[in-house]
């Protein structure tokens, strides 16, 4: 027998609610599981916006971003003491010297060419820069210094320096100082006290830093290479100690010449 039209219609009304109770339940899916994603995602932005950053003791909207070849530098903590071994506290060292890079510029703009001299350091690595460089700040209750790239002696990585790991910046070069001499050559001693004040202008080549910065961006060659004997002005290196041996960071156009071994 053959079915009637209104059980026809009432088949077609049940298919048709069917199908919208299952469109209305995937509906009802995605938009649940959109509003999960929202809200962790919500979570994630208010939980990072919560560490409030500070400078000078004073609240900041953001992370320090540096700009051009700025440098910002956490300063270390290091343990220094007198020729007679006696430890000094914090408050009576000088200034350090010596810190882990935070954050690093892009580098700057040659004013004449407009070429990017990019920064020779990257966040994490550790520099030496200049007794008096840099501008001193608390940023998030901690000692840190921002610096110009062109500040920067030398760069390394690791927990302390070693001749293996140490770089010269650019146009500096590390020179290994030689021994202080205490007998003049007609055999007179001399007191270690009068020699105390004297620094060495005169040693051996240890590394050689990539060379001075063109306007073009390259580096142009060191006249002076690893192992060579060199002379250079006096006063004119930054004195550091590496391994228990007095070295110096010379600029290249102060080493006056290369001398034979």
């Known amino acids: 027998m053959a079915p009637s039209r209104?059980?026809?219609?009432?088949?077609?009304?049940?298919?048709?609610?069917?199908?919208?109770?299952?469109?209305?339940?995937s509906t009802s899916s995605t938009h649940r599981q959109t509003r999960?994603?929202?809200?962790?995602s919500m979570s994630t932005v208010e939980g990072t916006s919560?560490?409030?950053?500070?400078?000078?003791?004073?609240?900041?909207?953001?992370?320090i971003t540096p700009l051009g070849n700025?440098?910002?530098?956490?300063?270390?903590?290091?343990?220094?003491?007198?020729?007679?071994?006696?430890?000094?506290?914090?408050?009576s060292k000088e200034r350090a010297t010596e810190?882990?890079?935070?954050?690093?510029?892009?580098?700057?703009?040659?004013?004449?060419?407009?070429?990017?001299?990019?920064?020779?350091?990257?966040?994490?690595?550790s520099v030496l820069f200049g007794k008096f460089d840099g501008h001193d700040m608390d940023y998030n209750d901690e000692p840190v210094t921002m610096?110009?790239?062109?500040?920067?002696?030398?760069?390394?990585?690791?927990?302390?320096?070693?001749?293996e790991n140490v770089m010269p910046c650019r146009?500096?070069?590390?020179?290994?100082?030689?021994?202080?001499?205490?007998?003049?050559?007609?055999?007179i001693v001399v007191a270690e006290a009068v020699m105390k004040d004297y620094e060495p202008c005169e040693g051996t080549v240890v590394r050689v830093g990539?060379?001075?910065?063109?306007?073009?961006?390259?580096?142009?060659?060191?006249?002076?290479?690893?192992?060579?004997?060199?002379?250079?002005k006096d006063y004119a290196g930054n004195g550091v100690r590496i391994e228990g041996v007095d070295h110096s960071l010379v600029r290249m156009v102060d080493i006056l010449c290369a001398l034979d071994a």
């Open 6 to 25: 209104s059980s026809k219609y009432a088949a077609l009304c049940i298919a048709l609610a069917s199908i919208t109770s299952s469109s209305a339940f």
């Open 36 to 40: 999960i994603r929202t809200s962790l």
């Open 50 to 63: 919560s560490k409030q950053c500070t400078l000078d003791g004073k609240k900041i909207r953001g992370p």
């Open 70 to 91: 700025f440098v910002l530098v956490r300063t270390k903590d290091t343990l220094d003491a007198t020729d007679g071994g006696i430890l000094l506290p914090d408050q």
């Open 99 to 125: 810190g882990e890079v935070v954050a690093a510029g892009p580098g700057k703009l040659h004013p004449h060419t407009g070429v990017r001299i990019t920064n020779p350091v990257t966040t994490g690595d």
């Open 147 to 163: 610096i110009r790239d062109d500040d920067i002696l030398l760069y390394y990585k690791g927990v302390r320096m070693t001749k």
């Open 171 to 187: 146009d500096y070069v590390l020179v290994e100082l030689l021994k202080q001499k205490t007998e003049t050559s007609s055999g």
């Open 210 to 232: 990539d060379g001075r910065m063109t306007s073009t961006g390259e580096f142009s060659p060191s006249p002076v290479k690893a192992g060579d004997r060199v002379k250079f």
